[in-house]
């Protein structure tokens, strides 16, 4: 008989390389003044006696004069722009973001943004910011909510490494707010998933074969969902597949009785009919974040919805008259399902501008029970920018042509390293499970409200 594994598996998800196919503009322009660089080579040749291992001494650890032309031709493609050549050598040297650098993404996808999301993809790696963090402390959206790192000196703190074990698994379904024991007729709807993140239906017209394999490869690695509005034949990872259902389609899923699937929200009318035939199904209903979402949600949850998946427009802007950042508009949503005591019976998955990490806890804190991704797929999946993205009809993104394999372990990676830095916040918050985080509003500081309580009823010189 074979023994038993005692313990708990600590959820780890494998990274593998998978480097950039289609080459990625260089970040950093290095230049050197040229003259000036080969006067301070034979003055030092002569200072230090020709002796070869001062003169050819390098300033950069990361290899980018380690060519043969050393500084005359720098290998820019690996500067991380830390900036010691240039506080070594301000006469001589440059490093300034390049052109091309600058010209990424659109008026939402920062190039930082972008290349972020490339290398985590490619390497599986948290990136490191060469010399610290150089950028604004406050900002729009995700970037107005700070997270309490208070409790970073405790135990918690080691998560990714550590010994203590942070849970990101989340719960996705109804559950029943009482039992009754003398009569215990239906089990709870819910399925586990163990991370917070699911993959989104993709923007229109940029489901290709090759891409919705690669979604569909990646999320059964990573044991999470992909919702998509069709099933394919010889499609892999079914099990993993939340389809999105219209009324049509009802009959079709009919005999598959899926374990879990979404449908438009905003014809209300198709509920009843769901919840008649996939009696043992969890029901998601889809719905676009307005002014009233928090009322119709309420109205969905007493009608017996098991799940709610809020939507923002792709730069993460709600459709409101007055369009708000989708933190506020699911704060709303949060925050009246609690007034009407619905919240803890429905999961809330909220989509659109999550294309970072840290916006994966900052949403889980507005009241979000998990995220779902969508323009992030195709940027790690190295699409192209041809305009704006925000609109879900016509999103500026253009996938190329790929190997879904390679695209399958370009979006574990991602995942991976997103879920690291999930456990990084989380242990830092002291935290040792996210479903904790939920709606936790008070982890967090807003930049809008610090500011008011700051600075409130001081004039300000102009
Ligand atoms: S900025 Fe840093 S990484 Fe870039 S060339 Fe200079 S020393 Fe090297």
């Known amino acids: 008989m074979q023994a038993q594994e005692t313990g708990y598996r600590r959820f780890k998800i494998e990274s593998r390389p998978a ?3 289609y080459p990625i503009p260089n970040r950093f322009d290095v230049r050197a003044r040229k003259i000036r660089l080969a006067a301070m080579l034979v003055h030092e040749a002569f200072e230090y006696r020709f002796e070869k291992e001062v003169v050819l001494s390098r300033p950069c650890i990361y290899g980018v004069f380690s060519g043969h032309f050393g500084g005359f031709k720098p290998l820019k493609h690996k500067c991380v722009g830390c900036m010691r050549c240039v506080q070594e050598y301000p006469h001589i040297m440059t490093v300034k973001p390049s052109e091309a650098y600058k010209k990424l993404g659109d008026s939402f996808w920062t190039p930082e943004m972008v290349y972020t999301v490339w290398n985590e993809a490619s390497t599986g790696k948290i990136p490191v910011k060469g010399m610290g963090y150089k950028g604004a402390f406050g900002g729009e959206g995700f970037d107005g909510i700070w997270t309490d790192m208070s409790e970073i000196v405790r135990p918690t703190r080691d998560g990714v490494y550590g010994r203590e074990y942070i849970s990101t698994s989340v719960d996705v379904g ?4 009482s039992i009754d024991l003398d009569n215990v007729i239906e089990t709870p709807r819910t399925i586990e998933i163990p991370l917070p993140i699911i993959f989104d239906e993709l923007p229109n017209g940029t489901d290709n074969d090759d891409v919705q394999t690669a979604v569909a490869l990646a999320a059964g690695k990573v044991g999470t969902l992909d919702v998509a509005r069709e099933t394919r034949l010889g499609r892999p990872g079914p099990e993993n597949l939340l389809p999105l259902i219209d009324e049509e389609g009802i009959e079709d899923y009919e005999e598959k009785q899926p374990s879990i699937l979404e449908f438009d929200a905003e014809k209300p009318s198709v ?13 998601i209903g889809r719905l676009p974040l307005r002014e009233d979402s928090g009322q119709v949600a309420s109205e969905l949850a007493r009608q017996g919805v098991h799940g ?3 939507y923002a427009d792709y730069h993460g802007r709600d459709y409101s008259r007055d369009p708000r950042h989708i933190s506020t508009a699911l704060r709303d949503v949060h925050q009246q399902l609690v007034r009407d005591g619905l919240r803890d019976q429905v999961t809330i998955i909220a989509s659109g501008g999550i294309t970072l990490a840290e916006h994966v806890p900052k949403a889980i804190i507005c009241g979000a029970d998990l995220v779902g991704i969508d323009t992030t797929i195709l940027v790690a999946l190295q699409a192209e920018f041809l305009g704006e993205t925000r609109n879900r009809a016509n999103c500026g993104l253009r996938p190329r042509r790929i190997n879904p394999e390679w695209g399958a372990q370009r979006l574990v990676n991602l995942m991976g390293v997103w879920h690291d830095q999930l456990i990084e916040i989380l242990g830092a918050m002291g935290m040792r499970d996210v479903r904790r985080l939920r709606g936790d509003i008070g982890r967090s500081m807003m930049d809008s409200e610090l500011r008011e309580q700051s600075f409130k009823g001081i004039a300000w010189a102009t």
Do not use: Y
């Not at 109804?174 to 707010?177: A, D, F, H, L, Y």
């Not at 509920?271 to 969890?282: E, Q, V």
């Open 308 to 310: 709610l998946h809020l």
């Open 271 to 283: 509920l009843r009919k769901l919840l008649t035939r996939f009696d043992r199904s969890i029901i």
């Open 174 to 177: 109804r559950k029943p707010t």
């Open 19 to 21: 480097p950039h196919v």
